[in-house]
């Protein structure tokens, strides 16, 4: 009786997600907007967001000024100082531009899960990313991070509309749009390369695979487009990268912070707080997910598996590429890594989703656990 009220439910739950999918997603965003701002309001602002706050409040002329000989670029500040000139300059007004931000960064993963695996997929996709510690702290914060996210993953959904239209026109414009948002995303974070690197990764393999020629490639031709636009910032950039005012915490990226990366965004703790039950928790989640990515590999068919390596590109990549700059120079990560973890969740999603599609009673209980 349970497995046929159950095989009921699920006839008349289908369709209904289905048709209300933008819904459930823009509700899931609003979920996601009210709980950081609930975590923020809670905080003290900080003496990284009271820089912010500060240098916001300046002429736009002194923000590029300030910038230059500080460590990151002025987008944010802008928009932070646009920001604040009309919501006011209360904690809750600049706190809710980096929900909102995240909230929306919520919506593009949503619609990207679903134009590359679908419906269900998405559906498994959102809890992660709504309750994720890692984006949720960082979805309050008077910084950069949640506003990066959300260029991140818009770029990223860009890209693949972009790679997936037959229309020439209508492609032209895409690669366009991704050009203005990866130097748009320079502008803002220069770590954002990590993701902008992880894009061209995946570019290339794709283009190699399909025989395609690298120097005729429109995704080429997009990145040379933003070098032009983010060229004018590049002489200040050198600067900055050497003008000693770098955070002095930094570490390599060792077996450790690898096994941080998973404990920030799914208990935000880092690994010496763990402690034994948490560190039973992470060993299990880290198990799961192991097994769920094997088996994930051999279900879906060729096109799913182009996609899927994507989002493996969008976290494996620059964690790959901190391991390599780490062995010469040793970089600060954790909350410089908040616009690349969604990519990691959104994976996590996608893959429980195949599995479980048709699996036993013992992986489902598994996925629910995780």
């Given at each position: 009786?349970?497995?046929?009220f ?10 209904w997600?289905?048709?209300h ?5 823009i ?7 009210a709980?950081?701002l ?5 905080q003290s602002?900080?003496?990284?967001e ?7 409040k300046?002429?736009?002329?002194q923000?590029?000024?300030?910038t230059s000989?500080?460590v990151?670029?002025?987008?944010y500040y802008?928009?932070l ?5 009309v ?15 995240m ?6 993963a949503?619609?990207l899960v679903k134009?590359?695996f ?8 959102l809890?992660?990313?709504v ?15 949640a ?10 959904y860009?890209?693949v ?10 492609s032209?414009i895409l690669?366009?749009i ?10 803002t974070l220069?770590?954002?390369?990590l993701?902008?690197?992880a ?6 393999c794709?283009?190699?695979k ?9 995704w080429?031709?997009?990145?040379g ?6 060229s ?5 950039f ?9 955070a ?5 990226m ?17 690994v010496?707080?763990?402690?034994a ?5 992470i060993m ?10 094997i088996?994930a ?7 799913q ?5 994507l ?7 620059p ?7 780490g062995?010469?120079k ?6 410089y890594?908040?616009h ?6 959104m ?12 699996a036993?009673?013992?992986i489902?209980l598994?996925s629910?656990?995780?």
């Amino acid at each position: 009786m349970t497995h046929n009220f159950s095989k009921k439910l699920t006839k008349v739950a289908k369709p209904w997600l289905k048709k209300h999918f933008i819904l459930v997603l823009i509700l899931s965003a609003v979920v996601a907007v009210a709980i950081s701002l609930i975590i923020g309001l809670m905080q003290s602002v900080w003496f990284d967001e009271a820089y912010s706050i500060e240098l916001s409040k300046q002429s736009l002329s002194q923000i590029v000024n300030l910038t230059s000989v500080d460590v990151h670029p002025p987008f944010y500040y802008f928009l932070l100082h646009g920001w604040g000139s009309v919501f006011g300059w209360s904690e809750i007004a600049l706190r809710s531009l980096s929900a909102i931000a995240m909230g929306g960064a919520v919506v593009f993963a949503g619609l990207l899960v679903k134009k590359l695996f679908g419906y269900r997929a998405a559906y498994f996709t959102l809890p992660f990313i709504v309750f994720s510690p890692l984006l949720l702290r960082y979805g309050f914060e008077i910084r950069m991070y949640a506003v990066a996210a959300f260029i991140g993953i818009a770029a990223t959904y860009v890209l693949v509309s972009a790679r997936l239209t037959n229309n020439i026109k209508r492609s032209k414009i895409l690669y366009t749009i991704y050009a203005l948002l990866v130097a748009l995303g320079m502008f803002t974070l220069y770590y954002m390369a990590l993701l902008w690197l992880a894009h061209f990764v995946w570019l290339a393999c794709q283009t190699y695979k399909d025989k395609e020629k690298l120097l005729k490639s429109k995704w080429l031709w997009a990145y040379g487009l933003s070098i032009i636009l983010f060229s004018p910032w590049l002489i200040v950039f050198v600067k900055q990268i050497t003008n000693g005012a770098l955070a002095a915490i930094s570490q390599s990226m060792t077996l450790e912070n690898l096994f941080g990366i998973i404990s920030f965004n799914f208990l935000y703790r880092p690994v010496w707080q763990l402690g034994a039950l948490y560190s039973l928790i992470i060993m299990f989640v880290v198990v799961i997910i192991s097994y769920l990515s094997i088996k994930a590999f051999q279900l879906i068919d060729k096109k799913q598996k182009k996609y899927l390596s994507l989002l493996v590109c969008y976290i494996l990549v620059p964690v790959a590429i901190l391991t390599l700059i780490g062995l010469v120079k040793p970089m600060y990560t954790e909350r410089y890594l908040a616009h690349i973890s969604i990519g990691g969740l959104m994976y996590v999603g996608v893959i429980t989703a195949i599995v479980t599609r048709k699996a036993s009673w013992k992986i489902k209980l598994s996925s629910s656990l995780l």
